[in-house]
Structures are given as C-alpha cells and as structure tokens.
C-alpha cells in the first residue's frame, strides 16, 4: 500500500513539474499536431481520425482554414490533465479544453467518474469546433451561450441529463464555466443554438459568429426576444 501511494505522488510531482512535455509520443498532420503517452499508443490513431473527419466537416460548413496546425494533446487521466494545467482543485467533469492554438483533452481510455469513453470522443469533436471558433471569430464578443451552443451543436454533443429549471438568458451569457454548468447550460445552449440553425438558416447562424453586435440587425430580432420565442415555441 505505501509503495503504491509513493508511486501515485510521484507520478503527481512529475505531472506537476513537466506537464504536457511528458505527453512524449506524436502523430501530425497539416491540421494538427497529437501528443500522447504509450499508455495511450493503441487509441491515438483513432482520435487523430476523428479530429480529422471534425476538421474536414468544419472546414466546409464554417468556409474556413487552420494557418498552422492545432496542438492536441491527451492526457491519460483526469489527474494528470489536471495537475498539467494547474487545476488541482477542479472538480472530476473538467477534463477539456479549447482555444485557437490548442486542445487539452483527457484519453477516453481512461475517462475518470464523469465521463464515458463514448462521452470523450464527442467532446473531441467538440474541441476541434471550438477551436474553429477561437481561430476564425475570436471569443471575446461572442456570448457563452452562442460559443458553446454552436460548439455543441457541430460537434455533435449532447448529454440528455440536465436540470429541467431553464435559465435565463443572462445565466447562459455568464463567464463563468462553473456556474454556466450548475444551470445545464451545455444543453440549454445546445438546444437553442440548434433552434437558430433550424429555423433562420445556417448563414444566418454564421454572420451573427462574424458580428455579433449586429444580432438584431442580422436576425430581425434582439437575442432575448429570440430566446423567448423558441422557450414559447417549445412549450406549444
């Protein structure tokens, strides 16, 4: 038992001290880049296909394309994802991450309490979105609502559990990512951003990405009024 504890705090130091510099084995392309451990060697060809089917798919409905390739890196477990980003203290569901240069996610190996294999796999596609979205909008005036709701929606990621109570438009525009899930605002998002696409179109979608602060302008209706709309709609 003390060895084993001695080996699992070790394991932390190192996590702690080099972070994804252990992730020492590559695959790579001229989109991405994929860093993994051997204990990962049999999965990572598989998820490297996936980020390349997600890439090819955003490519095309987004008219869009990566400058350089995207780090991606899979951490082999939820600890070690953790400990290499300094989020020791974040809860056991965090296990991904997006921005214009890189993808932090855990390997659906080894998906941790929250998580399913099967999960992880479409939170990548998720991922990959995202950063189509970082690169090509930026994130700064684009509300969360809107950025994970088109994420979600194009990745194709949704988790049917989710507190019935629905939010408020200004609770889906928080910053905060905690908060943002205490109100299941992954999956109102989703749905609301998925009523957009279904009923004034695509391009639409896309020029409100583009111009946020045009919404009104573009749509012919505020974002509030629009939330209500679809809130009524699916209440009928």
Known sequence: MLKKLVAVALISVQWLCFGSSMLDHKIESE???LFYTETDASIAPSLFQKAEQTYAACSKDFQYSFDKPIDLFIYPSVEAYHLARNMEDAPD???AHADSQT?????PSNPGPCHTKKSLKMLLQLEVVESFLFKQFGNESLPRWLLFG???AKG???IKTFKPRVPSLEELETSDTTEFAKVSGFQWSYLFVS???ENYGWDKLLQVLANYKKFEEIMGISPKALYQQ?????AS
């Open 150 to 152: 088109t994420a979600a």
């Open 195 to 197: 009523y957009i696409e």
């Open 93 to 95: 569901w965090v296990v």
């Open 31 to 33: 989109h991405f880049q």
């Open 230 to 234: 679809w809130l009524d709609t699916a």
């Open 103 to 107: 993808i932090h996610i855990v390997s």
């Open 156 to 158: 194709g990621y949704f």
